[in-house]
């Protein structure tokens, strides 16, 4: 097949030009981590320092001078693998620095890299019935707590705290959504401008697009009965129809979806923010997953397993859930900020559907 060198062609690769240096460290695509940041986790090659310990200024300067930085966690699961990395192998009993205070001008929390912290659920954890952070005056620099399993929460930066440190250099290019549309847009698919080759070299940029949802934006329209766009998903969250786990699982299903699945940390707080935003808390709401399968592990309506742990289950009574063995069903839970709880699956509670 015969390649277009003409301008519409130049074009395109001028603009993907800065997304070259990824390639090799696209978020999901780590394969080789150098020393000293030797663990492959979430997409991330990491250093969690179990000897050095110091302020969070200290402890990023450290970083740095490795040339990292304090992690940031932004990127889809990464929490969530993080704390299966120091649960698995032997770093729990200490908590660590991440790269996030609100020592800024808008008084607002910040990584290193500039970016806005997201804050609530499923990230901050819960002190003394408050949900982080929760420090005032005093406190504005962020730890994974490990008496709150590893939940962020605010401290003292001056506290002597051990670091987890994150490579800079396979980082991806910090583009935004509008950008990386408007790098595709200029992909002409007529006469013959779009050969294979261009194809390919697509398909390879691809990992280094935004890994996440990380905006609340889903593709086309939502019709009704889910009418809502939330973190990538056309959902319904309904405020008359309530009854069993099983119950409302025929309700979504009647309706052409199925019980919300929440498989990424940015749907579960995308999810969230609309309960608190439009008047839908005050509720406990049915999700779809159950332990009620031949292997005893909670699965989603698809098959598929849930992640169990940080940061999607909540704790109750200093446990972290699942933790009845009588209650089989997930839920959002209102009692604990709407992180995920178990329930006896009888017990009648407001669903969120999803379209399938």
Same mark, same amino acid.
């Given at each position: 097949?015969?390649?277009?060198?003409?301008?519409?062609?130049?074009?395109?690769?001028?603009?993907?030009?800065?997304?070259?240096?990824?390639?090799?460290?696209?978020?999901?695509?780590?394969?080789?981590?150098?020393?000293?940041?030797?663990?492959?986790?979430?997409?991330?090659?990491?250093?969690?320092?179990?000897?050095?310990?110091?302020?969070?200024?200290?402890?990023?300067?450290?970083?740095?001078?490795?040339?990292?930085?304090?992690?940031?966690?932004?990127?889809?699961?990464?929490?969530?693998?993080?704390?299966?990395?120091?649960?698995?192998?032997?770093?729990?009993?200490?908590?660590?620095?991440?790269?996030?205070?609100?020592?800024?001008? &808008?008084?607002?929390?910040?990584?290193?890299?500039?970016?806005?912290?997201?804050?609530?659920?499923?990230?901050?954890?819960?002190?003394?019935?408050?949900?982080?952070?929760?420090?005032?005056?005093?406190?504005?620099?962020?730890?994974?707590?490990?008496?709150?399993?590893?939940?962020?929460?605010?401290?003292?930066?001056?506290?002597?705290?051990?670091?987890?440190?994150?490579?800079?250099?396979?980082?991806?290019?910090?583009?935004?959504?509008?950008? @990386? &549309?408007?790098?595709?847009?200029?992909?002409? =698919?007529?006469?013959?401008?779009?050969? @294979?080759?261009?194809?390919?070299?697509?398909?390879?940029?691809?990992?280094?697009?935004?890994?996440?949802?990380?905006?609340?934006?889903?593709?086309?329209?939502?019709?009704?009965?889910?009418?809502?766009?939330?973190?990538?998903?056309?959902?319904?969250?309904?405020?008359?129809?309530?009854?069993?786990?099983?119950?409302?699982?025929?309700?979504?299903?009647?309706?052409?979806?199925?019980?919300?699945?929440?498989?990424?940390?940015?749907?579960?707080?995308?999810?969230?923010?609309?309960?608190?935003?439009?008047?839908?808390?005050?509720? &406990?709401?049915?999700?779809?997953?159950?332990?009620?399968?031949?292997?005893?592990?909670?699965?989603?309506?698809?098959?598929?397993?849930?992640?169990?742990?940080?940061?999607?289950?909540?704790?109750?009574?200093?446990?972290?859930?699942?933790?009845?063995?009588?209650?089989?069903?997930? =839920?959002?839970?209102?009692? &604990?900020?709407?992180?995920?709880?178990?329930?006896?699956?009888?017990?009648?509670?407001?669903?969120?559907?999803?379209?399938?």
């Amino acid at each position: 097949m015969a390649i277009n060198t003409g301008t519409p062609f130049l074009l395109l690769l001028l603009q993907l030009l800065p997304l070259l240096p990824c390639l090799h460290a696209a978020p999901n695509r780590v394969t080789e981590c150098t020393p000293p940041f030797t663990a492959a986790v979430g997409g991330k090659c990491i250093l969690v320092s179990s000897t050095s310990k110091g302020s969070w200024y200290n402890m990023k300067d450290f970083c740095e001078t490795l040339g990292g930085r304090l992690l940031t966690i932004n990127t889809e699961n990464i929490h969530y693998y993080v704390v299966k990395y120091l649960e698995n192998n032997g770093y729990t009993g200490r908590d660590y620095w991440v790269g996030a205070n609100n020592e800024h001008a &808008d008084g607002q929390y910040h990584w290193l890299d500039g970016s806005k912290v997201k804050m609530g659920t499923p990230f901050w954890g819960i002190l003394n019935d408050h949900q982080e952070p929760g420090g005032g005056e005093s406190e504005h620099c962020a730890i994974l707590f490990k008496s709150d399993f590893y939940f962020m929460h605010d401290l003292a930066c001056n506290k002597e705290v051990y670091p987890i440190c994150e490579n800079l250099s396979l980082s991806p290019p910090n583009i935004s959504e509008s950008q @990386a &549309d408007k790098r595709l847009v200029t992909f002409n =698919m007529g006469n013959n401008s779009a050969p @294979a080759l261009l194809l390919l070299l697509l398909f390879f940029m691809l990992p280094c697009l935004p890994a996440t949802p990380i905006t609340d934006r889903v593709t086309g329209e939502c019709a009704p009965p889910f009418t809502a766009a939330v973190g990538g998903k056309c959902i319904l969250v309904s405020s008359t129809s309530k009854g069993s786990w099983y119950v409302m699982k025929d309700f979504c299903e009647t309706l052409g979806g199925r019980l919300l699945t929440i498989n990424t940390e940015n749907i579960h707080y995308y999810v969230v923010k609309y309960l608190e935003n439009n008047g839908y808390t005050g509720r &406990d709401y049915w999700i779809g997953a159950n332990n009620e399968h031949a292997d005893g592990q909670y699965h989603w309506l698809d098959g598929s397993k849930v992640k169990m742990g940080t940061p999607f289950w909540g704790a109750m009574n200093g446990h972290q859930e699942p933790g009845v063995a009588t209650e089989h069903c997930g =839920m959002l839970f209102k009692g &604990d900020f709407y992180f995920m709880h178990d329930y006896r699956c009888n017990e009648e509670l407001y669903p969120i559907c999803e379209a399938k």
